[in-house]
């Protein structure tokens, strides 16, 4: 395509620009606050000074930094869990039900042995935790895998039937009788509490978000099934043809991202609230759309760009006593998505000067 | 056995009024799916008509230049996906994804103020003379407000515009074969950018309606996923504008029966009632998604495509 009135011209590149993928992002971050402070400037706000605020509020001091390593816990093993699905053109927008769906039975667990020291309790949080985001994920797979049912909807539905249902519980039979009627569980025992790392409220789910990055790593590149997994993703057609049983892959991967969804839930509860509660997740399963989605669904990527967006949750809330409601944080990161999706047009094509009259071609 | 009939009737009424958001929201998702493309922000262009619907209502005291304003958003909410995804061929599911990402961020932004505030100037049921009258169909039909009269109207003449019209036959060429349609000089960029944005202006209007009439107060989030409902109902209705009132009145009858039940004391906990709508939204589209399988009827073919003249 010429450019009309120049003798530039864009085209499509045969291999993605490299040095666009790492530019990209932080353009785009840039773009993102600039039309922010368009909004915060006419609702009467100084945009630098709350920018500045909810940089320091998240990394300027040792108890931002930790907080902002909370939030990144969550957000990384649900992006991971979410990039899996994406990588197959599955999207589970599902990660916010299935995490409370991983928190039902790893609270479960807690409160059916609370006295319990024994050492197979954690481990069984962790598995019924798992097994439940999975299973929540597999009653949109199935129809999905047999029937080609969009799963985009039936996931989000069912986002809102797990919230309903941890609801009727912790405002009904598991509300803890000495709560003052708060809507939450009794406390977890020692046994079924996380092991608290640094001194914060940092907890051993860390080492879950960063283990399920490698793992699903060396799974995606380096095995046959991660193949299978990628080649479906980018060409169903060739997958059908070269034998690959996609039914099956269908319903493994989304039940291993909705597992992984589950097992942030289980931290959450297991590591952060040590107790069931309402309100659990303030929408991580939605942010992590933009986790995976931003890190191109590469699991190692997902790291910093979850503490990224801790980071920016965390800002948030800091600048909440100035009076900027919460949900500036959704915006900025609706708007960083609109600028990235934009911005991978660069990625696919380049500008180049088309030879003047006369030149030779070379 | 008489107040059994009113509360029939009255759950029946309510399915009407409840059906109205998802209806208007649905016929928006229609005419951008039959263009080719696929708009997931519904949720996120409703919030944002129903804020700035109710904004605008509140200071002009009238509820019809609050409509306006909705529309005006709702539209430039489907702008931006316009531009990513037709311009710059961005993925559609998940530009779709953003706009209702960034729709309810922004919603519940300009809209913190608001909170509570409770409009003065919403839209009124006004019976219509005669018409009302009848018996069950006059308080079901004729007894509401302005907007599911407007419905009315709206539904037969877009189910007409899709049908029966040149700019029609046009729309859905452009959604089923867009390179054919290039061919004989349709322009498949000004087509697909009309229709996106009148998507987002109905949308808008869904959202108001629930602003400006049914509740009328804003409250954040207060959709409560009605736009993915909507979504929902295209596949229900198979891309026909006259099969979407039907399916909306259910999904606004299964509201009412849960509002209803909550009322008359029943056993069954709230938050089990608060879940029907969208179990049986799931439920529903597996059937329909399997009967459209059966008969045939798939979406438009060029549904989530965006559509490169160079590799034509």
Not at chain 1, 1 to 12: C, N, P
Not at chain 2, 5 to 24: E, H, N, Q, R, S
Not at chain 2, 82 to 98: D, R
């Amino acid at each position: 395509m010429i450019i009309h009135g120049t003798r530039l011209a864009i085209e499509k590149r045969l291999i993605p620009s490299s040095s666009a993928f790492i530019v990209i992002p932080f353009i785009s971050i840039f773009l993102a606050l600039l039309v922010g402070s368009v909004f915060l400037y006419f609702s009467g706000h100084e945009p630098a000074a709350v920018y500045l605020k909810m940089f320091k509020g998240a990394f300027g001091s040792r108890y931002g930094i930790t907080e902002t390593v909370v939030k990144a816990i969550p957000l990384t093993i649900l992006g991971l869990g979410v990039a899996l699905a994406f990588r197959m053109q599955l999207w589970n927008i599902g990660g916010e039900g299935q995490l409370y769906m991983g928190a039902f039975a790893a609270t479960w667990v807690a409160l059916t042995f609370p006295a319990g020291s024994a050492w197979w309790v954690m481990p069984a949080m962790i598995l019924l935790g798992m097994l439940a985001g999975g299973l929540w994920a597999l009653l949109t797979a199935v129809p999905r895998a047999l029937w080609g049912v969009n799963e985009i909807i039936t996931t989000l539905m069912l986002n809102y039937v797990a919230i309903f249902w941890v609801d009727y519980l912790v405002y009904g039979p598991w509300k803890d009788p000495a709560g003052f009627n708060f809507p939450l569980t009794a406390v977890f025992s020692e046994a079924a509490t996380l092991p608290g790392l640094f001194d914060s409220r940092i907890h051993a789910g860390l080492f879950f978000g960063v283990a399920a990055a490698v793992i699903l790593y060396m799974v995606i590149y380096h095995t046959r099934w991660g193949y299978e997994i990628r080649v479906t993703g980018e060409n169903p057609a060739a997958a059908r043809y070269a034998g690959m049983n996609t039914t099956r892959n269908i319903l493994l991967v989304m039940m291993l991202s909705g597992a992984l969804c589950g097992l942030a839930g289980m931290c959450e509860v297991s590591g952060i609230g040590h107790r069931l509660q309402h309100g659990l997740s303030p929408g991580y399963g939605y942010t992590a759309i933009i986790v995976a989605w931003l890190s191109r669904l590469n699991p190692f990527a997902v790291i910093p760009v979850a503490i990224l967006f801790g980071g920016l949750q965390v800002g948030g809330f800091m600048v909440q006593t100035s009076g900027i409601p919460s949900s500036m944080v959704y915006m900025l990161q609706g708007l960083l998505l609109f600028f990235v999706l934009g911005g991978e047009l660069l990625t696919g094509y380049r500008l180049t000067r088309l030879p003047a009259a006369g030149e030779a071609i070379k | 056995m008489n107040t059994n009939t009113d509360i029939i009737i009255a759950i029946l009424a309510t399915a009407v009024t409840g059906g109205t958001p998802i209806l208007y929201a649905a016929l928006g998702e229609i005419l951008a799916e039959r263009a080719g493309v696929l708009n997931l922000g519904v949720e996120g262009m409703m919030l944002v008509g129903a804020v700035s619907g109710f904004i605008m209502a509140l200071h002009m005291s009238n509820p019809w230049a609050g409509l306006l304003m909705a529309m005006l958003a709702g539209g430039a909410m489907a702008l931006i996906h316009a531009f990513l995804t037709i311009t710059l061929k961005a993925n559609q599911v998940v530009s779709g994804l953003a706009l209702t990402l960034f729709g309810t961020g922004l919603a519940g932004y300009i809209g913190k103020s608001y909170v509570g505030v409770r409009l003065q100037d919403s839209f009124r049921a006004v019976p219509i003379p005669v018409l009302s009258d009848i018996p069950v169909i006059g308080p079901v039909l004729f007894s509401h407000d302005p907007l599911v009269y407007l419905a009315y109207f709206v539904v037969p003449a877009l189910w007409f515009l899709v049908f029966r019209t040149r700019a029609g036959l046009n729309l859905r060429a452009v959604g089923e074969n867009p390179a054919a349609a290039d061919s004989v000089g349709i322009s498949v960029f000004r087509t697909r950018y009309l229709y996106v944005i009148l998507g987002g202006m109905l949308a808008g209007i869904g959202g108001a309606y629930l602003s400006l009439h049914y509740v009328p107060v804003w409250v954040e989030n207060m959709t409560a996923g009605r736009g993915w409902i909507a979504v929902a109902l295209v596949i229900f209705a198979t891309w026909n504008p006259a099969n979407a009132i039907w399916g909306a009145y259910l999904f606004g009858g299964l509201d009412a029966l849960g509002l209803r039940l909550q009322t008359l004391n029943v056993t069954v906990s709230p938050y089990f009632l608060k879940m029907l709508p969208y179990i049986f939204t799931v439920l529903v589209l597996i059937l329909v998604t399997r009967r459209n399988m059966l008969h045939r009827i798939g979406s438009p073919k060029a549904l989530g495509i965006p559509y490169d003249r160079e590799e034509r």
